[in-house]
T-cell receptor
Framework: EAQVTQNPRYLITVTGKKLTVTCSQN?????MSWYRQDPGLGLRQIYY???????DKGDVPEGYKVSRKEKRNFPLILESPSPNQTSLYFC?????????????FGPGTRLTVT | AQTVTQSQPEMSVQEAETVTLSCTYD???????LFWYKQPPSRQMILVIR??????QNATENRFSVNFQKAAKSFSLKISDSQLGDAAMYFC??????????FGTGTRLKVLA
């Protein structure tokens, strides 16, 4: 089954404790992206990647890191989480040639930072 | 910078009726993609419909269609024969050669039985 998986689905952590949210896709998509969703603000892009070892900032990259060492994986790293990073996070992938940029989303990760 | 505006935070429609959700965007580019995504209470994001800016014909997917007005930078979504399962948040999104996605703030659609 074609899908984007994220882990964990729910996470409660404390300020300053480093965490990683994993994202993996099995569709051989070139483009992958991370978003955060906050009430009244819609989805805002954090980082995106057009292929292995190619990443770039979205609109809200502060406080986050990413890496793309393999085509299928695109982890999101919070080195020192703060309460303002409490949010719902989505990973997404899309092809760049066939049906370009139609995104397939993961199920979301609900993060709470206390 | 590109922006996407959804001016209707919430809409309601009677079952079997038609509803139109509005979306406007601002860009200086000529080639781009526009999308509507649906987010039901499960939170899963689902692609509803997409439109390439170079295509003059409005996209249609079953009961969903768009009214794409490139000069006016408008991209509205029409849902015909509304069903209870259409109740969700709907997000308009823009993508272009900058490789960044810009989403609107969403419209919550309620379907009344």
């Amino acid at each position: 089954e074609a899908q984007v998986t994220q882990n964990p689905r729910y996470l409660i952590t404390v300020t300053g404790k480093k965490l990683t949210v994993t994202c993996s896709q099995n569709m051989n998509h070139e483009y992958m992206s991370w978003y955060r969703q906050d009430p009244g603000l819609g989805l805002r892009q954090i980082y995106y990647s057009m292929n292995v070892e190619v990443t770039d900032k979205g609109d809200v990259p502060e406080g986050y890191k990413v890496s793309r060492k393999e085509k299928r994986n695109f982890p999101l790293i919070l080195e020192s989480p703060s309460p303002n990073q409490t949010s719902l996070y989505f990973c997404a992938s899309s092809p760049m040639l066939t049906n370009p940029y139609e995104q397939y989303f993961g199920p979301g990760t609900r993060l709470t930072v206390t | 910078a590109q922006t996407v505006t959804q001016s209707q935070p919430e809409m309601s429609v009677q079952e079997a009726e038609t509803v139109t959700l509005s979306c406007t965007y601002d860009t200086s580019e000529s080639d781009y993609y526009l999308f509507w995504y649906k987010q039901p209470p499960s939170r899963q994001m689902i692609l509803v419909i997409r439109q390439e800016a170079y295509k003059q014909q409005n996209a249609t997917e079953n009961r969903f269609s768009v009214n794409f007005q490139k000069a006016a930078k408008s991209f509205s979504l029409k849902i015909s024969d509304s069903q209870l399962g259409d109740a969700a948040m709907y997000f308009c999104a823009y993508f272009s050669g900058t490789y960044k996605y810009i989403f609107g703030t969403g419209t919550r659609l309620k379907v009344l039985a």
